[in-house]
């Protein structure tokens, strides 16, 4: 039942938000600044957000290092489930199906510790990501200067910034909170992983960095067709955005995501509804494109199988 209402949930919100912007934009006007949006601007928007999800496999193999996995999968194979994963948490609500099947699918990687240490490191792995994208959000303030008003975005900063450290520093002290917790967390709690290895663990913060900076990048390319937007402007908005993703009342932040845009694009750029619309769905567009592509990869791997 609580499976039912959690997708019941994600559907509403997600309906609610479509329908919300609906309300706001012309149908006319949104083709109008779709058709602006050029094929060359698109299709490098797609090979960013395909560098992102190999970029996510390389840092998924140095988490699983860091937290003392003994059989890695081997680049290719960590590539493919990653693309296969891209495929669910676009199309599934919630945004976190993939990354559970491919926390099961890898718990070989941990021996005994089995599949709770390898989602562990996929959580690690959720909670990295979007420390990195409230990082570049800073650097996005930082380098607008007095340019924008941005003084309410550093309550977000500082926020993202402090949860997703908690929940990293949570997991990582597990074990010796164990015998603090109650029964039932206790003992999940006691099959954690231990963090072995800093050096991995840092150069997989970096790799974070990576992965949300060709996310960013991919999110410019679309706004930088549709206004004169630079680069480092549109980390006041690409990062928001893409967070909406986190968010467990949507389905893959659709929606969510458009009224970020929306907002955010009328107020510090200038950005029309339609533009900002338009901005935010080729966005969208081009993680569809991508989560197709590990959608197909799953079926010829299964044909073959």
């Known amino acids: 039942m609580r499976r039912w209402l959690g997708l019941a949930l994600r559907v509403l919100g997600t309906v609610a938000g479509l329908a919300y912007i609906a309300t706001r934009v012309s149908l006319d006007d949104m083709r109008g600044a779709i058709a602006r949006i050029s094929v060359a601007a698109f299709l490098a928007a797609v090979a960013l957000v395909a560098a992102n999800v ?3 496999a390389v840092r998924w193999r140095v988490l699983m290092r860091a937290y003392g996995a003994t059989a ?7 590539t493919f489930l990653y693309f296969v994963a891209f495929f669910y948490n676009n199309y599934l609500p919630g945004a976190v199906a993939g990354d559970v099947g491919r926390g099961v699918v890898a718990r070989d990687a941990f021996g005994d510790e089995g599949a709770t240490s390898a989602l562990a490191v996929v ?5 990295l990501g979007l420390f990195a994208l409230v990082a570049l959000l800073a650097a996005g303030i930082v380098a607008t200067g007095d340019a924008l008003d ?3 975005m550093w309550v977000w900063t500082a926020l993202g910034c402090a949860g997703s450290v908690a929940l990293v520093l949570a997991i990582a002290a597990a074990r010796r909170l164990a015998p ?3 029964a039932v967390l ?3 709690a006691e099959k954690l992983p231990v963090l072995r290895d800093r050096r991995s663990f840092a150069a997989a913060a970096g790799w974070s960095l990576v992965t949300q900076a ?5 999110g410019w390319v679309i706004l930088a067709a549709l206004a004169p937007i630079d680069l480092a402007a549109s980390l006041l908005l690409v990062p928001l955005a893409a967070a909406t993703t986190f968010l467990p009342i949507t389905v893959g932040g659709t929606g969510a995501r458009e009224g970020v845009y929306i907002a955010l694009g ?4 200038g950005l029309s509804e339609a533009d900002a619309l338009a901005a935010s769905l080729g966005f969208w567009f081009a993680h569809l494109a991508v989560g197709a592509a590990g959608g197909i990869a799953q079926l010829v791997y299964r044909r073959r199988a």
């Open 54 to 56: 190999v970029a996510g």
């Open 72 to 78: 890695i999968p081997s680049l290719g194979r960590a």
């Open 123 to 127: 959580l690690v792995e959720r909670a």
């Open 150 to 152: 941005t003084r309410q």
């Open 180 to 182: 603090h917790l109650p």
């Open 186 to 188: 206790a003992r999940r």
């Open 214 to 218: 060709l996310t960013a990048a991919a």
């Open 266 to 269: 009328g107020r510090l750029f």
